[in-house]
Structures are given as structure tokens and as C-alpha cells.
């Protein structure tokens, strides 16, 4: 190789070289963006899903602390009135039969907004409790497995119960099913929970890019936040059914 040629050669390797370097910090500067990027997305959802709970935490606290002991005062003030005629004593009983459904329903939104199971009694006990609650309303029937001892901390179990609800519910109003199943399983390091409905389904890749809803995206976003994944399959006819992998 003559001289010519080798420094022909050195200059074709240096801007080779010059080349490589700077779409390798262009590739390194994306991955950094993209990252960072991840991160914030992350913090806002995480920020909102916490001003969420932190509302509803105050909500149901109004609810049970406040309301409630206000309607059974009122209960015992109507029950205490002295009245022999039959049509006041009617319209007493009638009023006070009223009260306690509306007490009921309270303590129902109550429990809904913050279970306090859950706080006490941990995922499962809370699950079931839910469940039971729900059981054959609606004319669906809720099968719930779980095998094995559950112990996440309280900020995975408050997203999962969630995930759950929001299953239940889309479920009684969209899928017309007279069926669903939950399953939660642990697997090495990962959590897997798995529901299927026996439901009308949907075209879920449709159903995503034309109109999310705000039922999908809770479901999205409360997954994504536990660094989770979930997965869905959905056909018309065919049923629906989630599986929701969350690393441990």
C-alpha cells in the first residue's frame, strides 16, 4: 500500500469513526429523551391516581364520619315523635324505613370509595369481601381464585383492588355476561391476575384507537404505574378476558 492509499485509507477510518460517534450519541441522547421521558409520563399518572385516592379517602371519610351519624340522629329524633294517629305512625315508620336504606347505601359508597378491609385485612379479604357484595347482582355470577397468600405492599393492593372494580363494573355495563371469573396467581417474581367473562366482547384494537374510554385507560394507567402489563383479547361474541402481569 503506498502513501497515497494510507491516507486515503486513515481519513476514510477517521470519518467513519466521526460518523459512528455521533450516531452513537444521537442513539444514547433518544434513549436518555425516552427514558426521561417514560419517567415524567409516570409521575403524572402516578400524581394523579394519588390525588384520586386522597379525594376519595376524604369523600368516604365525610361520608361515614359525618352524614352517617347525622341521618341516625335523625332516625332516633322521627322514631321518638308521640303520635296515635295511625296515618302520622305510617308516614314515621315509612321515613324511617327510608333512612336506614339511604344510612345502607351510604356506608355502600363509603366502603366502595376506601374499603376499609382493605386497609385492615389486606387484598384478599377485601376482594372477597367485594365480591360477595356483587355476587349474582345484575344476574352475573363472580367466581374469585386465589390460592396462595397474598402479601403486596399497600400501594400495589389499593391498585389492584382497583384494576379489579373497574373490571366488575365494565363488565355489568358493557359485556352483558351472565359469568367472570378473577384469578390471581404468583409465579417466581411476578403477579398474574386473569379475569374472563362469558360476555358479547368487543373489537378491542377498534374499541382502543377510536375511544379508549376512561375505563380502559384506569385500567392502562394504574398497570403501567406498577411497571405491570396488561393484555387483552376480545372478539364480538367471544367474551373478554385481561391478564394483568405485575412484577414483584
Given at each position: 500500500m503506498d502513501t497515497q492509499e494510507k491516507e486515503l485509507y486513515q481519513s476514510l477510518l477517521i470519518v467513519v469513526s466521526v460518523v459512528g460517534i455521533t450516531l452513537l450519541y444521537f442513539i444514547i441522547t433518544i434513549i436518555r429523551y425516552q427514558r426521561r421521558s417514560l419517567k415524567l409520563h409516570k409521575e403524572k399518572i402516578q400524581a394523579e391516581i394519588d390525588t384520586l385516592e386522597k379525594e376519595r379517602r376524604r369523600i368516604a371519610s365525610d361520608l361515614h364520619d359525618e352524614l352517617g351519624p347525622l341521618l341516625s340522629a335523625v332516625k332516633l329524633q322521627i322514631n321518638s315523635l308521640n303520635t296515635t294517629d295511625p296515618d302520622d305512625e305510617a308516614v314515621i315508620s315509612k321515613s324511617s324505613t327510608h333512612l336506614d336504606s339511604i344510612i345502607r347505601k351510604?356506608?355502600?359508597?363509603?366502603?366502595?370509595?376506601?374499603?376499609?378491609?382493605?386497609?385492615?385485612?389486606?387484598?384478599?379479604?377485601?376482594?372477597?369481601?367485594?365480591?360477595?357484595?356483587?355476587?349474582?347482582?345484575?344476574?352475573?355470577?363472580?367466581?374469585?381464585?386465589?390460592?396462595?397468600?397474598?402479601?403486596?405492599?399497600?400501594?400495589?393492593?389499593?391498585?389492584?383492588?382497583?384494576?379489579?372494580?373497574?373490571?366488575?363494573?365494565?363488565?355489568?355495563?358493557?359485556?352483558?355476561?351472565?359469568?367472570?371469573?378473577?384469578?390471581?396467581?404468583?409465579?417466581?417474581?411476578?403477579?398474574?391476575?386473569?379475569?374472563?367473562?362469558?360476555?358479547?366482547?368487543?373489537?378491542?384494537?377498534?374499541k382502543v384507537k377510536d375511544n379508549p374510554g376512561l375505563g380502559l385507560r384506569n385500567l392502562q394507567s394504574r398497570t403501567e404505574v406498577m411497571g405491570g402489563e396488561l393484555t387483552c383479547h376480545s372478539e364480538p361474541g367471544k367474551g373478554t378476558t385481561y391478564t394483568i402481569e405485575i412484577p414483584l
Amino acid at each position: 500500500m503506498d502513501t497515497q492509499e494510507k491516507e486515503l485509507y486513515q481519513s476514510l477510518l477517521i470519518v467513519v469513526s466521526v460518523v459512528g460517534i455521533t450516531l452513537l450519541y444521537f442513539i444514547i441522547t433518544i434513549i436518555r429523551y425516552q427514558r426521561r421521558s417514560l419517567k415524567l409520563h409516570k409521575e403524572k399518572i402516578q400524581a394523579e391516581i394519588d390525588t384520586l385516592e386522597k379525594e376519595r379517602r376524604r369523600i368516604a371519610s365525610d361520608l361515614h364520619d359525618e352524614l352517617g351519624p347525622l341521618l341516625s340522629a335523625v332516625k332516633l329524633q322521627i322514631n321518638s315523635l308521640n303520635t296515635t294517629d295511625p296515618d302520622d305512625e305510617a308516614v314515621i315508620s315509612k321515613s324511617s324505613t327510608h333512612l336506614d336504606s339511604i344510612i345502607r347505601k351510604l356506608r355502600e359508597i363509603s366502603n366502595n370509595l376506601m374499603p376499609n378491609t382493605l386497609v385492615r385485612k389486606g387484598l384478599q379479604k377485601a376482594i372477597t369481601e367485594f365480591i360477595d357484595n356483587n355476587r349474582n347482582v345484575y344476574g352475573l355470577e363472580i367466581r374469585f381464585i386465589c390460592e396462595q397468600e397474598i402479601h403486596l405492599n399497600q400501594y400495589k393492593e389499593v391498585n389492584i383492588y382497583r384494576i379489579i372494580q373497574e373490571i366488575l363494573h365494565n363488565t355489568i355495563k358493557h359485556a352483558q355476561a351472565t359469568l367472570l371469573i378473577v384469578k390471581i396467581v404468583t409465579e417466581g417474581n411476578r403477579l398474574l391476575l386473569m379475569t374472563a367473562d362469558n360476555g358479547k366482547g368487543f373489537d378491542y384494537f377498534t374499541k382502543v384507537k377510536d375511544n379508549p374510554g376512561l375505563g380502559l385507560r384506569n385500567l392502562q394507567s394504574r398497570t403501567e404505574v406498577m411497571g405491570g402489563e396488561l393484555t387483552c383479547h376480545s372478539e364480538p361474541g367471544k367474551g373478554t378476558t385481561y391478564t394483568i402481569e405485575i412484577p414483584l
